[in-house]
């Protein structure tokens, strides 16, 4: 599993000299995002001060982590690549198609029937093109990566949009789609728009019942799902030293959720001790030679508001305890007052399941704390009124805490173990304590708890707390619990408190495992034979995209998509992942959980060359077969939540040309133009009501198509009226020649082939 050290030397052999240039260059004292960004130029030493929230630049990034659901897809593009080899380290993990049921050892051997086709796909595309590869119950993506691969100032991409959990460790790593990371295992530069820069400086210390989740949720409430959207988000003070570098993932890892490019803290002592811990220790050597460029220089933290485009201010001594949601991570409400507020809004009381885990908070210290929690009501014999459910991060996470008798204390408290993998985070979960979807709720430390998410029923109110907090709220067995100041009555009628939970940062005597679930590639993977079958209903090699060219008239209206429309709505998880390989079989679920604005119904769409109403695939597929293109449009923020380029190949793939939303989230912007298609934006919000659902669409200047100019698209409505609206893209030169050429990868083709 070895990280490459050489690499990681080199970068730090090249950071001083670079960032020295990019202070000259930029006139000022830098913050840590900065200097990582200049040191990882594609060009090498900085010429030039980028505008941050404007340029497009081109970086190098330092490594690649795929996980099983997007790495099929990556993988696929990559292979009609035409390399040998992937040109920066990269790993693939197995971690999203495991489904949580009765326990770790029999749910990982049903994944290991059920799945095995993919997963031998991807073993052996990793160990053809020199892919480290983990295997299924290793571990989560980003926890494996915290544990063995992230190092302080590297730059590092994922098809992943918690990849930013990396930041916890002093990278700017990113979450991407398969198609950009396809592009840097072809050995090409990956461009991002030079990121505008949120500071947020902590202070004081966190006490009681207050943990590192809280600092994001906290955070998640002030600037909500899309305040971080095209920024860095810069954690620094005297708090942030406070903190533990897995409690620092936490706080990154959740910055997705909050729409942030990326999250990153300065190198300090936790992060050393965590490397050490890790086994990691020449990094940690040759971190500390160059420290100074491994976090931000004094003079920015001194005076934030001169640095920063936006500053917050957080003291970690007054910071309470959160829970937030439902249905949105930002919702977010202190322990004490959720209980009015869910009287309020109707949320049901009675929690049903707590669950402890995913990448957010699955780290040993993460487990003490809840187990020091789940351990008194054992010892003051309460009995836990809601279901149990832990998801280890990693096997040596798991392999430790069972060790140290961590493990125990849980299933002492009838906890199920699943899984080190993704589990109920990611819709994987079959949950047997329900009939059907009946309104509950559930608490749980993950990021996300969008409807749908955990268990696929609308119905459920997902909380998202630290893992302390789900286990007292799973223990009480109700969402108005607040442990700071309630009792809870245990079986001898006596009542009792929980008192604040103690964790241990680091396992005292060091992390073990026996098998890490890590197989190295062979050195020349020209022999290793990849197959995949033509008949597969999980995996499809890919065939090109023809490019739709400058001419598109008579395009249908497919869905005007009203309210949230995440990725999880675009191409829905759970059960589809199963078909994440496979292009044409995943396109039945596109825009399947999508609200039309015509009705307010889900997948129920006007056709209009049969005035019926269908399902959004159907009625897709009608167009497509009639070679007639179509339009989708949707309201702030679309395609927030995951990286999965599915969201954007799906459409592609059946027929849809363009998207016109209000906003875009980052990662889905990028993905539409990478498969060749046009993501557009209302220059006048107002203009999405003027969509109607028979509406006919002209694009009137295309053949213009060119960098900061508006385009005009004519909409014909039903009764022969016209409105002409003007429209905004971010393509750059280089993101039209894609859609020239149908897609990115029509272009690396071209360009390997020449
Ligand atoms: Fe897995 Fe959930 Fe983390 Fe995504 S957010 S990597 S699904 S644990």
């Known amino acids: 599993m070895a990280f490459d050290i050489d690499m990681i030397k080199k970068v730090y052999k090249t950071m001083p000299e670079r960032v020295d240039k990019a202070r000259q260059i930029v006139g000022k004292p830098l913050t840590l995002s900065e200097k990582i960004l200049y040191a990882h130029l594609w060009d090498g030493n900085p010429t030039t001060a980028f505008t941050r929230g404007k340029d497009y630049v081109d970086f190098a990034p330092d490594r690649i982590a795929l996980q099983d659901a997007t790495a099929q897809m990556a993988l696929l593009q990559f292979m009609q690549a035409g390399k040998p080899k992937v040109a920066v380290p990269t790993t693939t993990h197995c971690d999203h198609l495991i489904q949580a049921k009765q326990g770790a050892a029999p749910d990982l051997k049903r994944a290991n029937e059920t799945s095995s086709e993919v997963f031998d796909f991807l073993a052996s595309v990793s160990n053809k093109y020199g892919i480290g590869f983990w295997k299924p119950g290793a571990g989560i993506i980003h926890q494996v990566v915290l544990e063995n691969y992230a190092f302080p100032g590297g730059m590092m991409i994922g098809t992943d949009s918690h990849t930013v959990n990396a930041g916890g460790l002093g990278m700017v790593a990113i979450g991407v789609g398969g198609a950009d990371a396809v592009d840097v295992m072809a050995g090409m530069a990956w461009e991002l728009r030079f990121p505008k820069l949120i500071g947020v400086k902590l202070t004081g210390n966190l006490n009681g019942w207050t943990a590192s989740k809280d600092v994001i949720l906290k955070v998640a409430g002030i600037l909500t799902v899309k305040g971080g959207t095209g920024a860095i988000v810069e954690y620094f003070g005297p708090g942030a ?107 049901p009381i009675k929690v049903e399941w707590g669950l402890i885990g995913s990448c957010t908070n699955s780290s040993y210290e993460d487990l003490t704390r809840a187990a020091s929690i789940a351990k008194q009501a054992v010892d003051k014999n309460i009995k836990a009124k809601s279901d149990f459910g832990i998801n280890p991060g990693s096997e040596q996470i798991r392999f430790t805490a069972e060790r140290d008798g961590i493990l125990k204390i849980f299933e002492d ?48 109110h997902a909380f998202v707390g630290s893992p302390e907090m789900v286990a007292a709220i799973a223990i009480s067995g109700r969402l108005d619990f607040d442990p700071m100041n309630d009792v809870l009555i245990n079986e001898d009628g006596e009542e009792v408190r929980l008192d604040p939970p103690q964790g241990i940062e680091l396992p005292p005597r060091g992390f073990d495992v026996e098998d890490a679930g890590y197989i190295e590639p062979v050195e020349d993977g020209s022999k290793v034979d990849v197959s995949v079958s033509p008949t597969s209903e999980r995996l499809q090699l890919l065939e090109p995209f023809t490019p739709l060219g400058n001419k598109i008239t008579g395009a249908k209206l497919l869905i005007k998509a009203f309210g949230k429309c995440t990725t999880d709505h675009i191409s829905m998880a759970g059960p589809w992942l199963r078909y994440r390989g496979h292009l044409d079989n995943i396109s039945n679920n596109m825009l399947i959980g999508a609200v039309n604005a015509f009705g307010k119904k889900t997948n129920f769409i006007k056709n209009q060359l049969t005035g019926e109403f269908g399902g959004v695939p159907d009625v897709a597929r009608d167009y497509k077969a009639k070679g007639i293109h179509t339009i989708v449009v949707g309201d702030h923020n679309y395609g927030e939540g995951s990286s999965r380029e599915h969201a954007a190949m799906e459409p592609r793939h059946l027929g849809v040309a363009a998207v016109l939303v209000k906003s875009f989230a980052r990662i889905h912007e990028t993905n539409l133009k990478k498969q060749g298609m046009l993501g557009l934006t209302f220059d006048n919000e107002s203009d999405y009501d003027l969509i109607q659902e028979d509406d006919t669409i002209n694009f009137l200047d295309l053949d213009q ?50």
């Open 241 to 347: 030293k406070n903190l533990s570098c897995t409690g620092k993932g936490t706080i990154c890892n959740m910055g997705a959720e909050i729409g942030a490019t990326t999250s990153t803290f300065g190198y300090d002592d936790s992060m050393e001790r965590f490397l050490r811990a890790t086994d990691r220790n020449e990094v940690a050597d040759e971190a500390n030679k160059i420290r100074e460029y491994l976090t931000g220089d004094p003079e920015v933290y001194e005076d934030p508001e001169s640095y920063f485009d936006q500053v917050i201010e957080i003291n970690l001594d007054t910071l309470r305890p959160h829970l937030n949601g439902p249905f949105t991570p930002d919702l977010a409400t202190p322990v004490g007052q959720l209980g009015k507020l869910a009287k309020e809004k109707g949320w």
């Open 705 to 754: 198509f060119a960098p900061d100019k508006p385009l005009h698209i004519e909409f014909v409505h039903a009764d022969g009226s016209k409105d002409v609206i003007k429209v905004n893209h971010t393509y750059n030169q280089q993101q039209i020649d894609w859609y020239n050429e149908g897609s990115a990868l029509n272009l690396i083709k071209k360009e390997s082939a020449s």
């Open 413 to 460: 408290l009838d906890a199920t173990i699943f899984t080190n993998a993704c589990g109920p985070c990611i819709g994987q979960w079959d949950r047997s304590d329900l009939k059907g979807d009946e309104k509950n709720t559930i608490v749980h430390s993950f990021n996300r708890n969008f409807s749908k998410r955990a268990d696929g029923n609308p119905n459920t």
